[in-house]
């Protein structure tokens, strides 16, 4: 009967960790939806500063400027 309880334990560790999985994988679709709008919304206001900088009279927009150790 040793055996049928370490099946009976397997399978039940199995159940547990398949529904961690799909927690976690719930999660990070969660993530990634979060992570694109906050990539596009740090992209318009980029764009935005950008914009204002040239209508202030700047040459080249600061964000679009390499850095001096390049």
Known sequence: M???????HLEEQ????TRVVEEMSDVVARQE????????RIEMLMEREAGRELEAG??????D??????
Do not use: N
């Open 2 to 8: 040793q055996h049928m309880t370490d099946v009976t």
């Open 33 to 40: 939806t979060a992570l694109a709008l906050a990539t596009r």
């Open 65 to 70: 400027q390499k850095p001096p150790h390049w």
């Open 14 to 17: 199995i159940a547990h960790l």
């Open 58 to 63: 700047g040459s080249v927009p600061l964000a």
